[in-house]
């Protein structure tokens, strides 16, 4: 399969812990993109990288949530001290800089639960 | 006021159909303009893609762009079982690398 991968697919944790999420984008993908996502609702950009540089941040990303992708490749979304109100599906996207569109394909999605 | 305003339906057509989605938006930088489909518990799938003003074809979905009304549609026709998901639309800037996606609207064709 040569699309995007993330994983775990799905986390249940308890209130204050930390979890970490992984993205592997498209191969020949050079930007990479986190997305949050809650019931009923569209996606809303978190964060983009292009190669191992991260380039813009949401205002969305508290100081509990970081991302690193630290040889341009692969990607961990990282929140700390997890809060119920950070139940929703992280979505990782990516795309290629040379691209006229901007297309972004996305993963699958991590559904998190915070209990 | 959201940037991108969608309705979220329910949308429920008999198949065969002509189905129309519609999405509004207020920030006129937005020049890059898709469609993407959902289904339920996975990830968007790109469906059409749209650059500034105009229309696009692709099989049974017409995209069309009308950035004097900031207006967007997805046209589906001859409507499929398959094609019940969640439709969302999504549009960026000129440089700009974050998507601004709609609510979505959740469509069901009825066999």
């Known amino acids: 399969d040569t699309g995007v991968s993330q994983n775990p697919r799905h986390k249940i944790t308890k209130r204050g812990q930390n979890v970490t999420f992984r993205c592997d984008p498209i191969?020949?993908?050079?930007?990479l993109y986190w997305y949050r996502q809650t019931l009923g609702q569209g996606p809303e950009f978190l964060t983009y990288?292009?190669?191992?540089?991260?380039?813009?941040k949401s205002r969305l990303l508290s100081d509990r949530f970081s991302a690193e992708r630290p040889k341009g490749s692969f990607s961990t979304l990282e929140i700390q001290r997890t809060e119920q109100g950070d139940s929703a599906m992280y979505l990782c996207?990516?795309?290629?800089?040379?691209?006229?569109?901007?297309?972004?394909?996305f993963g699958p999605g991590t559904r998190l639960t915070v209990l | 006021q959201k940037e991108v305003e969608q309705d979220p339906g329910p949308l429920s057509v008999p198949e065969g159909a002509i189905v129309s989605l519609n999405c509004t938006y207020s920030?006129?930088?937005?020049?890059?303009f898709m469609w993407y489909r959902q289904y339920s518990r996975k990830g968007p799938e790109l469906l059409m893609y749209?650059?500034?003003?105009g229309n696009k074809e692709d099989g049974r979905f017409t995209a069309q762009v009308d950035k004097s009304s900031k207006y967007i549609s997805l046209f589906i026709r001859d409507s499929q079982p398959s094609d019940s998901a969640t439709y969302l639309c999504?549009?960026?800037?000129?440089?700009?690398?974050?998507?601004?996606f709609g609510q979505g609207t959740r469509l069901t064709i009825n066999p």
């Open positions: 996207a990516s795309s290629f800089a040379g691209g006229i569109y901007n297309e972004q394909f």
């Open positions: 191969s020949e993908h050079n930007r």
């Open positions: 990288f292009q190669n191992e540089a991260q380039l813009e």
């Open positions: 920030n006129s930088a937005f020049q890059y």
């Open positions: 749209t650059y500034s003003s």
């Open positions: 999504a549009m960026s800037g000129q440089g700009a690398q974050k998507l601004v």
